[in-house]
T-cell receptor
Framework: KQEVTQIPAALSVPEGENLVLNCSFT??????LQWFRQDPGKGLTSLLL?????REQTSGRLNASLDKSSGRSTLYIAASQPGDSATYLC???????????FGKGTRLSVIA | GAVVSQHPSWVICKSGTSVKIECRSL??????MFWYRQFPKQSLMLMAT?????????EQGVEKDKFLINHASLTLSTLTVTSAHPEDSSFYIC??????????FGSGTQLSVL
């Protein structure tokens, strides 16, 4: 059974700092991996999707990497801003039409 | 891009009443939709897989008679929380995807049962 772990559970950084969020998964036979952002009481916003054949994806100040063999992914946020404050969730998909398995998330606070 | 609409965004109800949550795929057809539940400071947990034209598949520990799922068309799935109790208070969210594309999520429904 796939299990997804995110470290740290919470992170507080000053504005402008670069930061890394970590995600690990137990079953490396994944179809893809996604990073989401969740604001309090809101739905999910998909940030980056990495297919199993890819090693990284970039969007603006965000860069996500995937090391399938070691069961790890990182989300790198450059030059953090207060508006980046949210919970970041990592989720993996094991096959085409199965549900995502989520980590518990990392709650990020960027202090102005 | 693909859009999944979920309604209502929040609902407050009395204990013992039933609440229906709708999930619609607005610009694509979805033979399968997923329903998740999230308690405060917890991860999203899959409740059930909704299959168009057939019975939903429930995860272990989820009562199918309490959480009724209907997927009557390729663009609509509904989750009905029957005889809701305070412990059912949670954030419910649905997801769907166009074939072979990434999953898209509804905006979620915050249910508070008094």
């Amino acid at each position: 059974k796939q299990e997804v772990t995110q470290i740290p559970a919470a992170l507080s950084v000053p504005e402008g700092e670069n930061l890394v969020l970590n995600c690990s998964f137990t079953d490396s036979a994944i179809y893809n991996l996604q990073w989401f952002r969740q604001d309090p009481g809101k739905g999910l916003t998909s940030l980056l999707l990495i297919q199993s054949s890819q090693r990284e994806q970039t969007s603006g100040r965000l860069n996500a990497s995937l090391d399938k063999s070691s069961g790890r992914s990182t989300l790198y946020i450059a030059a953090s801003q207060p508006g980046d404050s949210a919970t970041y969730l990592c989720a993996v998909l094991n096959s085409g039409n199965t549900p995502l398995v989520f980590g518990k998330g990392t709650r990020l606070s960027v202090i102005a | 891009g693909a859009v999944v609409s979920q309604h209502p965004s929040w609902v407050i109800c009395k204990s013992g009443t039933s609440v229906k949550i709708e999930c619609r795929s607005l610009d694509f057809q979805a033979t399968t939709m997923f329903w998740y539940r999230q308690f405060p400071k917890q991860s999203l947990m899959l409740m059930a897989t909704s299959n168009e034209g057939s019975k939903a598949t429930y995860e272990q520990g989820v009562e199918k008679d309490k959480f009724l799922i209907n997927h009557a068309s390729l663009t609509l799935s509904t989750l009905t929380v029957t005889s809701a109790h305070p412990e059912d208070s949670s954030f419910y969210i649905c997801s769907a995807s166009p074939l072979n594309e990434k999953l898209f999520f509804g905006s979620g429904t915050q249910l508070s049962v008094l």
